[in-house]
């Protein structure tokens, strides 16, 4: 049992330079979701997609864009890479009757310079 | 719009010890739902518990109990018996809707360590 896939695991990159976290769930989920967290702040919603073809901001969305690919996939990419974008990413996802029960990846750990 | 706060950063018990995890939440709504998540070493948070702000039953599941009081705003966690196993961070969070996917709030959570 697969769940919620991410990659990659771990990145540094540069500021300025762009990369893109891929997120897969196998669970048939209509909704996915990125998050980021940071000491202090608990989990903060970056984009949201109810369904496959939709996407939506959450708190957080300055900085990065997201891709629905199709239903199984949710990708996040930050195309300028800053210092504050320096945090562990999250990818989840849920049924679209949100019961509340948000099934995680294990995060990615981004480090910017 | 809702907050959730988790004074507790973090709390170190001795194996067998029980411990009990605050969260103290605000809210303008009636009707809101309150949950708890578990973040091990590992990395990726595991759901525990979802409770409806009109049942205000307390619920046990083994050694992990949950009091919700609405008088005081609180939906605290307690384990009992804490095993080392119990190590991780706790998430409290509060969402208004179940159909409004931007909707949910989490605390900042709280770092248990059960010692041996």
């Known amino acids: 049992n697969a769940g919620v896939t991410q990659t990659p695991k771990f990145q540094v990159l540069k500021t300025g330079q762009s990369m893109t976290l891929q997120c897969a769930q196998d669970m048939n989920h209509n909704s996915m979701y990125w998050y980021r967290q940071d000491p202090g702040m608990g989990l903060r919603l970056i984009y949201y997609?109810?369904?496959?073809?939709?996407?939506d901001k959450g708190e957080v969305p300055n900085g990065y864009n997201v891709s629905r690919l199709n239903k199984r996939e949710f990708s996040l990419r930050l195309e300028s890479a800053a210092p504050s974008q320096t945090s562990v990413y999250f990818c989840?996802?849920?049924?679209?009757?949100?019961?509340?029960?948000?099934?995680f990846g294990e995060g990615s750990r981004l480090t910017v310079l | 719009a809702q907050k959730v706060t988790q004074a507790q950063t973090e709390i170190s018990v001795v194996e067998k010890e029980d411990v009990t995890l605050d969260c103290v939440y605000e809210t303008r709504d009636t009707t809101y739902y309150l949950f708890w998540y578990k973040q091990p070493p590992s990395g990726e948070l595991v759901f525990l518990i979802r409770r409806n702000s009109f049942d205000e039953q307390n619920e046990i599941s083994g050694r992990y109990s949950w009091n919700f009081q609405k008088s005081t705003s609180s939906f605290n966690f307690t384990i009992t018996a804490s095993q080392v196993v119990d190590s991780a961070v706790y998430f409290c969070?509060?969402?208004?809707?179940?159909?409004?996917?931007?909707?949910?709030?989490f605390g900042a959570g709280t770092r248990l360590t059960v010692k041996p």
């Open positions: 997609s109810a369904s496959e073809g939709t996407t």
């Open positions: 989840a996802s849920s049924e679209l009757e949100f019961s509340g029960e948000l099934f």
């Open positions: 969070a509060l969402s208004e809707s179940l159909f409004d996917n931007n909707d949910m709030r």
